[in-house]
């Protein structure tokens, strides 16, 4: 494990590897392809000099909680401490957010979009605004509360009414200033089209809709696991989006800060992967206190049946995915796609239903020293799925953004057809171990989906 190149995210450094930045990502042109080709390990560590885009990978200045411009003093709470939505100027249980990005009207029709859900359900979304008054900031200590954005998904009533802004236009400069692509306009990917309609009235029966928690990978907002959200949402899950804060190029806070990536200055540093699963899975607890608990922190609660959670993440999200299950019973099943785990298995093992969804680079027998380790030690219902001609960022939107913008990518895989495995082998998933359902396309080859190879370790070749 020691010796593999660690890859927290499309974007992110390579601890071992001298600081250099391991990178990739979404972009309009050739320089936005930097965005979506990571690094190799030869050119991390010292051997291909990255593209010129990159820079060297300095991150960003990190504007602290109650600033804007790097102040370390926390806000006061606003009003009666309610949960504000990121899009709205009213933040009590109920209220409608209103859209913080205005004067445009809507989405111009050259705008990317995210291919639409196919469930049955109408989809609605909301993000809230949390403080963890238990703790401060891992990363920031001198900020004495823990500060979270969530998106909710969820099934909505049928509304015509303004779709969710894929980001807003802060986080979308703050993606592209910290790649070097000043070329493209900063809001760009503020305009990519969604499904989701803001403030939609939640439907369903109570605790009738399982809860999944998705976490991006390093560097990654939670608005690059929309697709695979909004999927869920309209096949009646309720979706908590995590991001996590100071780990992304940007998170916007409804007071208008921006809180950037503190973490990437350590991110090379001994020991970062094994406390950053930490600090998401205690961001998780606290998340599923706030939706569970006895007064919950959003209108629609009542839908989440608490015996029914799992996690799903990207990267470093993916590898969270273990760690909240391991810290967290209430965490019944997990996924992990193409992220390199961290937090240590006990000995006796977990029997909790988990899932590696992957990359060709995690193959059993060296391709991932961390999962093969793990893979003896989970002892209950488990696959290792490969996809064939995938690289990392598949199993997130930025693949399908960019092939509607023209951007070549390493990947073999169209966006579209990504997004599509990922979406339903995830869901059969969650049927299978939340609902109880049976779901043959877990039980191995698909002839629907030729590119997913199940993987017997220690054999390295997956069928």
Known sequence: MDNEPRRYGTLGRAPGTGGRAVRGGLAVAAGLLALLVPLTPASASGGAPAPATLGDGAPPAAAAPGSGTGSSAAPAPSGSGAPASENSKASGPGTTPEPAVTGTGDVPVTAARLPAPTGPHPVGTVSLYLRDTSRPDPWVPSVKVRELMVSLWYPAAPRHGRRAPYMTPQESEALLKGEGLTDLPPGVLAETRTSAVLGARPVGRRHGSPLVVLSPGFIRSRKTLTGLAEELASRGYVVAGIDHTYES?????????????????????????????????????????????????????????????????????????????????????????????????????I??????????????????????????????????LTVAGAQHSSFTDLISLADQLGVPHEGELSGDRSMKITRDYVLAFLDRHLRGRSRPLLDGPSARYPEVGHCSPPRSTCS
Request: hydrophobic share 40%.
């Open 249 to 349: 190029r940007g998170t916007s806070f409804p007071d208008g800060r921006l809180a950037t990536c503190v973490a990437c200055e350590v991110d090379h540093e001994k020991g970062f992967g094994e406390k950053a699963v930490a600090v998401r899975a205690a961001d998780v607890s606290f998340v599923l206190d706030e939706l569970t608990g006895p007064r919950p922190k959003w209108a629609g609660a009542s839908l989440i049946d608490p015996g029914r959670i799992a996690m799903a993440g990207h990267s470093l999200g993916g590898a969270s995915s273990l760690a909240a299950m391991l810290k967290d019973g209430r965490v019944k099943a997990g996924i992990d796609m193409d992220g390199t785990t961290y937090a240590p298995i006990p000995p006796e093992g």
């Open 351 to 384: 029997a909790r239903p988990f899932m590696f969804l992957a990359s060709p680079e995690h193959t059993p027998g060296g391709g991932s020293p961390a999962w093969d380790r793990d893979w003896g030690l989970m002892t209950g219902w488990k696959r290792w």
